[in-house]
């Protein structure tokens, strides 16, 4: 299972993650709401999901883009999204 988190929360529940984490858990974590890192267990396997199932994936728009990319376009950098 992945999750997302923000850098607050890894500080705040470090040992509850690394817990989840040894459990087969992954998660990426945000820094000023940018995805920076993942973390995987150290065998290396995870479950990256699909898209849909990221919070993130299906949040509704809080601003307008200044890159000229279209949602999909950031949907495809940011998951690997394809259309269709």
Known sequence: MSSTIN???LRHEMGRIIERVRKG????????SRPAFRIVP???RFDSGSGEEDSLYGAAAIGSSTDGL???DHDRIL???TDG
């Open 79 to 81: 998951y690997g999204a």
């Open 70 to 72: 279209a949602a999909q």
């Open 7 to 9: 850098v607050k929360t």
């Open 25 to 32: 858990e992954d998660f990426t974590v945000l820094y000023r």
């Open 42 to 44: 150290v065998d290396g």
